[in-house]
T-cell receptor, first 115, second 111 residues
Framework: EAGVVQSPRYKIIEKKQPVAFWCNPI?????LYWYRQNLGQGPELLIR????????DSQLPKDRFSAERLKGVDSTLKIQPAELGDSAVYLC?????????????FGEGSRLTVL | DAKTTQPPSMDCAEGRAANLPCNHS???????VYWYRQIHSQGPQYIIH???NNETNEMASLIITEDRKSSTLILPHATLRDTAVYYC????????????FGKGTSLLVTP
């Protein structure tokens, strides 16, 4: 069975340009997460979805970041315009919903470099 | 969520047991202890989790103290491929709670 798939794997853009990341979770996983990981740090949650609904987006910088999960499956994370400080790895994860579901499955991440 | 404290780095000789400690003195009764690891340039990978009893799987063993204020992840025979950052996280076992990662412990397994 395929794991969490993310694209692109790497992206280099100039500041003020837009960028988008795509995530396809594991089939049947209703919960989807986007994390950002800065160099030398642990991942930090940006947004969590339960099906199509964003149930926790308190850490998402809403002035420039947006996310969507149409039809409750694939998700995209967009940054517009990108800033130098947005250089990081953007990780997508998915899990099953409900009690006893502590295991998150992560994709390999999308590494963003803003010049 | 309860906070965790881990040493920033550890070394271990290949073939020896790696014992990674984690302090979680403010853990709540409904919070589990989870361990994930992240190999360079990959996403984090689930290792094991437990509530109060010791747990073992094909990857590792988890020893939780009786008062649940600390735990130890044991890799019984470390290999070079176990070189990674190991994260100890406490949270309820429910999808309604995201994982809050700290900085973890960077484990270096040497030949």
């Amino acid at each position: 069975e395929a794991g969490v798939v993310q694209s692109p794997r790497y992206k280099i853009i100039e500041k003020k340009q837009p960028v988008a990341f795509w995530c396809n979770p594991i089939s049947g996983h209703n919960t989807l997460y986007w994390y950002r990981q800065n160099l030398g740090q642990g991942p930090e949650l940006l947004i969590r979805y339960e099906n199509e609904e964003a149930v926790d987006d308190s850490q998402l910088p809403k002035d420039r970041f947006s996310a969507e999960r149409l039809k409750g499956v694939d998700s995209t994370l967009k940054i517009q315009p990108a800033e130098l400080g947005d250089s990081a790895v953007y990780l997508c994860a998915s899990s099953m919903s409900g009690p006893g579901t502590g295991e998150l499955f992560f994709g390999e991440g999308s590494r963003l470099t803003v010049l | 969520d309860a906070k965790t404290t881990q040493p920033p780095s550890m070394d271990c000789a290949e073939g020896r047991a790696a014992n990674l400690p984690c302090n979680h003195s403010t853990i709540s009764g409904n919070e589990y202890v989870y361990w994930y690891r992240q190999i360079h340039s990959q996403g984090p990978q689930y290792i094991i989790h437990g509530l109060k009893n010791n747990e073992t799987n094909e990857m590792a063993s988890l020893i939780i103290t009786e008062d649940r204020k600390s735990s130890t992840l044991i890799l019984p025979h470390a290999t070079l491929r176990d070189t990674a950052v190991y994260y100890c996280i406490v949270r309820p076992a429910n999808s309604g709670y995201a994982l809050n990662f700290g900085k973890g412990t960077s484990l270096l397994v040497t030949p």
